[in-house]
């Protein structure tokens, strides 16, 4: 049994609306005990607890990111499971969802099982999310309730969107037999033909072809026409990686109409614009794109007023070969496990004045809700002792050289953030410790 | 949007932070990559040079860069460029080797940083480039440090076919003492009417960048489908029309661009419609434009956009643009290998 003691820190649990100093008791891989400051401590030390002592420091549910890419099976030399879960926990997330797009697509239940076996050396929860059709291919369903055994999540053909609207609409039906949502990567790849950036004047004068606005919400609300076809009281659509302004609307109205539609938005998109390409920086590209300066302040708003649900990274590593080459030829993705926490503080608490704990709900209880994780998201006793330990005010600067994922293709090298995160533990084992190389101490 | 942005000054989403850069050097400012990296004293520069080195004794201007090495890189196929940086580098002595994309490794999958670095580990000190995807000169400039001149890349620039442009107009428009040097207020008055496919069109990009910055208004002419109406924002002085006709009632230039057929992918275009509405020929230029320049950065395609007679007119100025498109390129590539690299390496770029 081992017991750990996170002593004199401040719990912000947005879960059960915690925002005040407590000290935390894990033991073994739960939360054993939560409780006003030093009355733990006789029962620590009977448990011969080691003890954190975290004074002036945050102590919050480990984060939840629902949508990296861990590229295995298949593209290891880009990120394998060990070092994508090694950079989620340098990161402070103790739980992370991977996307189906391996090599082969895990589209059946031995590779998701494959993914978390412990061979794969995951420092950190990994949750599969599966292909929602044969090989992403978008044309017929894979075995659902077979995929949720396995430990599926969701179903997703992240990447690549379900155009058909036949096979959209069959997948949302089947996921809500089995009780999961559907994951959608909205994008009418029929309208983004050779794209590589937002459509726009910044296109036009770089040369470049732009995927407009429309290709993402025109998928969306079709997606929203399609599960309101189901029925209100069954389905559950989620919008990953939302990015502009017009799907956003698209979710909020299907919210207000009593849909289950909930969407998640990653950091660079609410922390930069389209105009960071620059001079074709290929660090800038993704899909979805960077958008407009509207679109961004669309995204803050929608984050500030509940209509979003998660922050996820979309955390995509490549090689350094194959991100430098021309613009047009480079992959989509960055990385974004290490700096979603920093960037997220410093847009949106700082820059935007978002409370703490709205602004950890949408790193943990937000995505923990979006996809049912049991006792995750969450320091309330019974809970994985999944915990992150970070200060607020701590500045550093992230340096990927620095970072412990095997790919190095990020916009935020170099830029200095708030919130060092100091400790992560996750189901009660230090997954990370940065608290030598922390300056306050 | 930013008029000039030095290679180096890269826009930065927030304020305190610098963005990433991991390649390994800056760009070498005797690069020239965009018009928009020019300031109008290095236009001046540019067009006075141009001027020195066309009229300097042959022998003399065979010395200026004699045996210095200057390398073709052409991923897409092209004459008068090509051919025009060829003989301009050998007119000041350099030497040249062509490398295109067929026949060369890079049909073997090498990348254009290997290529790059091939080329600069066999001695040569500029590269030429001409690239189907647009941004390519920057990441050539990035991973080799060399200066690179942009001989066309994708539907981005072509900051050479501006330069001769503009030297064209200035040596048909304007008293020889005005055409060596450029202002604010150098085209004032003057109206270029840019007519076709804008959207795939380098030359229009790099001429509506530069023209308006010495005081020309730039009119785009073309049909939606290959001129987005966002165009037009694409900086100050550009105005879109889409009648062709009024377009020319206010023009003093007018600038006929090609349909690129190899770039339209999937886009179809009545070419009956658009030879009715935008093709320039000899009773339109007379009935609305009859004093107007007429200026194509070729290959024309006689018959669609321009006919035999306004090509081979008195208005027209396509041969000339070819001519002094050797000056300016002249010019360019002396200023490339005449100056000097900054002190560039990575860490100097960190902060």
Known sequence: MTTILIRGGHLVDPSIGVDEKRDLLLRDDRVAAVDLPAKLDALAKKERATIVDARGMTVAP???????????????????????????????????????????VNDSPEITRWMQSPERDAVVRVFPIAAATRGSMGEALTEYGALKAAGAVAFSDDGKPILQDAIMYESLAAASRVGL????????????????MNAGVL?????????????????????????????????HLH????????????????????????????????????????????????????????????LIEGLLDGTVDAIATDHAPHAIHEKEQEFERAPNGITGLETALGISLLVLHRQHRMPLTRLLALLSSGPAKVLQLKHRGSLSVGSFADVVVFRVAEQWKFLMSDSKSKSKNTPFDGWTLPGRVLLTISEGRIVHDARAVSSKR | MPARTKPAARQRAAPQNSQAID????????????????????????????????????????????????????????????????????????????????????????????????????????????????????????????????????THEH??????????????????????????????????????????????????????????????????????????????????ERNFEDALKQSDVVMMLRIQ?????GLHLDLEDYIQRYQLDASRLSAYAPKALVLHPGPMIR????????????????????????????ALLFRALQTKPTQSKKKSRKR
């Open chain 1, 62 to 104: 480990g984060l939840i990111d629902m949508h990296v890419h861990l590229r295995e099976p298949g593209q290891g030399y880009k990120e394998t499971i060990a070092t994508g879960t090694r950079a989620a926990a340098a990161g402070g997330f103790t739980s992370v969802c991977a996307m189906p797009n391996t090599l082969p």
């Open chain 1, 181 to 196: 949502p559907v994951i959608q990567h909205a994008e009418d790849t029929r309208l983004t033909q050779n794209a590589s």
């Open chain 1, 203 to 235: 296109s036009f004068r770089l040369g470049l072809r732009g995927m407009p606005a429309e290709a993402e919400s025109g998928i969306v609300e079709r997606d929203i026409e399609l599960l309101s076809r189901l029925g209100k009281s069954s389905g």
């Open chain 1, 239 to 298: 919008v990953a990686h939302l990015s502009t302004a017009k799907a956003l609307d698209a979710v909020r109205r299907a919210k207000r109409s009593g849909l289950h539609v909930t969407c998640e938005v990653a950091p660079h998109h609410f922390a930069l614009t389209e105009q960071a390409i620059g001079d074709y920086d290929t660090h800038a590209k993704m899909s979805p794109p960077l958008r407009s300066s509207e679109d961004r302040a669309a």
């Open chain 2, 23 to 154: 390649f390994p050097t800056k760009v070498h400012p005797g690069s020239a990559l965009s018009v928009t990296h020019f300031t109008l004293e290095d236009v001046s520069e540019i067009l006075a040079q141009a001027s020195r080195l066309e009229t300097m004794p042959v022998l003399r201007r065979a010395q200026l860069l004699a045996k210095r090495r200057v390398a073709l890189l052409f991923y897409e196929s092209s004459t008068r460029t090509r051919t025009s940086f060829e003989l301009a580098a050998k007119s000041l002595g350099a030497d040249t080797v062509l490398v295109s994309a067929l026949s060369s490794s890079i049909e073997k999958g090498e990348s254009l940083k290997d290529t790059g670095i091939t080329l600069r580990a066999l001695g040569a000190e500029c590269i030429i480039l001409r690239h189907p995807n647009s941004g390519a000169p920057y990441l050539l400039a990035h991973t080799t440090g060399l200066p690179i001149l942009n001989a066309g890349d994708g």
């Open chain 2, 159 to 240: 900051p050479s076919q501006a330069l001769l442009d503009l030297r064209t107009i200035l040596s048909r428009l304007f008293p020889a003492k005005q055409r060596n040097s450029v202002t604010a207020r150098a085209l004032h008055g003057l109206t270029i009417t840019i007519a076709g496919d804008i959207l795939h069109s380098r030359v229009a990009r790099s001429n509506a960048l530069l023209l308006p910055r010495l005081g020309a208004r730039v009119i785009f002419c073309g049909p939606e489908a290959l001129l987005p109406s966002t165009a037009a924002e694409i900086g100050h002085g550009v105005l879109i």
């Open chain 2, 261 to 265: 057929k190899e770039r339209l992918a």
């Open chain 2, 303 to 330: 018959g669609l956009e321009i006919t035999s007679e306004v090509a081979d007119g008195p208005n027209s100025a396509v041969a000339e643009q070819v001519h002094h498109g050797t000056a300016i390129r002249m």
